[in-house]
């Protein structure tokens, strides 16, 4: 099983509708991150947790909410999708210094198209 | 603002050798890393440089230089699954990462 979990991995709605991307994690990092990535652009942060308790906005966080249910679980909601919403989102866990560095591991992706 | 730059694509041919450029200016540093993506995945842990110089790790090199504000990952014996993006991003001082939009590696037979 993967270390990081992400559903779904592909989805296509329409829009004004409700959207959720679940994130599952068996690191037992208290770090997770959402990101999205669009083509021709870095990966941009939509909202970060330090701690089930610590929830942060990133640097897109308009559109977007989310949710620490547990250490393990993080997900993204999209309350009312719109077309530029299009993009592949990435969770990512930090943590287990590899080389003196806090390194991201990251989920497989979930490709979202809004219509 | 903050920005970090690199070539949007390279070419290179099996069995060369490869230098890819990032150069940054970030509110403060403490860290460099590079990730390497494969199309349609996860972006993985290749190298990271927090203190100027050269680390190596098998056939992937990179290179710090703060003063600068510069960094290289540099390939060896290049293999046709080396085909990826590979990402420069820089930790700043608010301990946030700050992500290159990659660079697009093509290896040719």
């Known amino acids: 099983d993967a270390d990081v979990t992400q559903t779904p991995r592909n989805r296509i709605t329409k829009t004004g509708k409700r959207i959720m991307l679940e994130c599952s994690q068996t690191k037992g990092h208290d770090r997770m991150y959402w990101y999205r990535q669009d083509p021709g652009l870095g990966l941009r942060l939509i909202y970060y947790s330090f701690d089930v308790k610590d929830i942060n906005k990133g640097e897109i966080s308009d559109g977007y909410s989310v949710s620490r249910q547990a250490q393990a679980k993080f997900s993204l909601s999209l309350e009312s999708a719109i077309p530029n919403q299009t993009a592949l989102y990435f969770c990512a866990t930090e943590g287990g210094s590899i080389s003196g560095a806090n390194v991201l591991t990251f989920g497989a992706g979930s490709r979202l198209t809004v219509l | 603002g903050q920005n970090i730059d690199q070539p949007t694509e390279m070419t290179a041919t099996e069995g060369a050798i490869v230098q890819i450029n990032c150069t940054y200016q970030?509110?403060?540093?403490?860290?460099l890393f590079w990730y390497q993506q494969h199309a349609g995945e996860a972006p993985t842990f290749l190298s990271y440089?927090?203190l100027d110089g050269l680390e190596e790790k098998g056939r992937f090199s990179s290179f710090l230089s703060r003063s600068k504000g510069y960094s290289y990952l540099l390939l060896k014996e290049l293999q046709m699954k080396d085909s990826a993006s590979y990402l420069c991003?820089?930790?700043?001082?608010?301990?946030?990462?700050?992500w290159g939009a990659g660079t697009k590696l093509i290896i040719k037979p």
């Open positions: 991003a820089v930790r700043d001082s608010n301990y946030q990462l700050i």
């Open positions: 440089n927090v």
């Open positions: 970030t509110s403060g540093f403490n860290g």
